[in-house]
């Protein structure tokens, strides 16, 4: 695997249920972050991570929690979603937290029915 | 407050057309970077170009080139000659020297459609 790659591709959940994004890079990268892609709206930056620490929280519903637990992997647990939060998840990386280019995964499409 | 604004939404072409794309954007910041991404149906983005505030030179790289005007705020892209595999939205984005954090400040995108 190279890049950054995103699991699953496509998620259909309902509003009471319990899922979990999965983001990892393959850069050697010290940064990552999750961004919210909806139709609408400009790309949103949600969290950012520098060495597994958070260093960004932008405003972001407790419904959504992500976990770091090393400089490669990065999760979104997801619970009792509404239907608004249906959007395109998207995680990036960079070498560092500082102003670098970002490369982004694939996304997961999320539906919240 | 940052703002990167890309006022086209829509561009539809015939290939081998010309296409430019126009970006507008607002800093404070004295030192800054632009970025182009380009978001095929796929989903994911795909990095293009970055440049720096203190780097005017426009650049090109192969059917891509970038105009940069610092006087006017801009970072416009064209595309030469093009083809359906263009067929995207494209973003433009802004980040600003912070302490941490490496904040992108997306344009709405504009989306290109290259027809046969």
């Known amino acids: 695997e190279t890049g950054v790659t995103q699991t699953p591709r496509h998620l259909v959940m309902g509003m009471t249920n319990k899922k979990s994004l999965k983001c990892e890079q393959h850069?050697?990268?010290?940064?990552m972050y999750w961004y919210k892609q909806s139709a609408k709206k400009p790309l949103e930056l949600m969290f950012v991570?520098?060495?597994?620490?958070?260093?960004e929280n932008n405003s972001v519903p407790s419904r959504f929690s992500p976990e770091c637990p090393n400089s490669s992997h990065l999760f979104l647990h997801l619970h009792t979603l509404q239907p608004e939060d249906s959007a395109l998840y998207l995680c990036?990386?960079?070498?560092?937290?500082?102003?670098?280019?970002?490369?982004f995964g694939p996304g997961t499409r999320l539906l919240v029915l | 407050a940052q703002k990167v604004t890309q006022a086209q939404t829509e561009i539809s072409v015939v290939e081998k057309e010309d296409v430019t794309l126009d970006c507008v954007y607002e800093?404070?910041?004295?030192?800054?970077?632009l970025f182009w991404y380009k978001q095929p149906p796929s989903g994911e983005l795909v990095f293009l170009i970055r440049?720096?505030?203190?780097?005017?030179q426009n650049e090109i790289s192969g059917r891509y080139s970038w105009n940069f005007q610092k006087s006017t705020s801009s970072f416009n892209f064209t595309i030469t000659a093009s083809q359906v595999v263009d067929s995207a939205v494209y973003f433009c984005?802004?980040?600003?020297?912070?302490?941490?954090?490496?904040?992108?400040?997306f344009g709405g995108g504009t989306r290109v459609l290259v027809k046969p």
């Open positions: 984005a802004l980040s600003s020297f912070k302490a941490a954090g490496n904040k992108l400040t």
């Open positions: 990036a990386s960079s070498p560092t937290d500082r102003e670098e280019t970002q490369y």
């Open positions: 850069l050697g990268h010290n940064a």
């Open positions: 800093t404070r910041d004295t030192t800054y970077y």
């Open positions: 991570y520098s060495l597994e620490e958070r260093v």
């Open positions: 440049r720096n505030s203190f780097d005017e």
